[in-house]
């Protein structure tokens, strides 16, 4: 039975008048996300290339300057690290704006962000060390990515993700927390007796959820496969 014209144009008012899931994500959110996506390939790029620079530089300078490692081997160390130094604190701030977009909305979202930020900067204020402000905004960040992982292994709705099924949310999640470990290990743990347990632990996250979202595209593949 062929459908009329009234009857689409009535189907077209339903569908576009429906709802969408709570965890479905609009233009907006997705604009967000692929913002942050953006900004910390664009710093991690920048931290690779003046890597890449650094090294060929020091190659070039050991061969080429008698008594470089004497006379100007801290110098250009000192140098290096004044360049990476906010790039690194900018990619810290990006990755820990990544979790609260799960739990929050874009407008809460801005406030749980910035209150995040002030904490740490309190803690960097009142400590007088930078590092420590950091630690204690990873330290949040952390915190939260524990409770969105826990909820997405419960099945809860409501959890902004661009990923698909529990299994890929799980370990896009675990990716997450196990960057924020190795972030507060580089930040905060350099010298602590703790830092290898959380080395180990963020290596643990960071496998862990790297196999789950493996798994979990391959058997959305083959399922896919299957039923065509």
């Known amino acids: 039975m062929s459908e009329t014209p009234d009857d689409a144009a009535a189907d077209g008012a339903m569908i576009a008048e429906s709802p969408l899931p709570s965890n479905d994500r609009g233009p ?9 996506m953006l900004a910390t390939v664009a710093l991690l790029g920048f931290l690779g290339l003046q890597s890449l620079v650094g090294t060929l530089y020091t190659w070039w300078a050991y061969r080429s300057i008698p008594g470089w490692e004497q006379t100007g081997y801290e110098g250009f160390v000192l140098a290096m690290n004044a360049v990476a130094a906010p790039v690194v604190i900018a990619l810290v701030v990006v990755m820990g704006l990544c979790v609260p977009k799960r739990l929050f909305s874009r407008t809460m979202l801005v406030g749980v962000s910035a209150g995040m930020l002030a904490v740490g900067a309190a803690g960097a204020v009142i400590t007088e060390s930078l ?13 939260i990515q524990v409770a969105v992982v826990v909820l997405t292994l419960a099945g809860a709705g409501g959890l902004a993700y661009i990923t698909e099924g529990r299994l890929a949310k799980a370990g896009s999640g675990l990716l997450h927390l196990g960057f924020i470990v190795f972030a507060l290990v580089m ?21 862990g959820g790297s196999a789950m979202s493996f798994y979990a595209r391959q058997t959305r593949g083959a399922l896919h496969v299957h039923g065509a």
Do not use: E, H, N, R
């Open 131 to 143: 590092a420590t402000g950091l630690a204690v905004y990873l330290a949040l960040s952390g915190l």
């Open 187 to 207: 930040v905060a743990l350099q010298k602590s007796p703790l830092m290898m347990p959380a080395f180990m632990l963020s290596g643990v996250l960071l496998t």
């Open 28 to 36: 907006a959110t997705i604009g967000w996300d692929f913002s942050l």
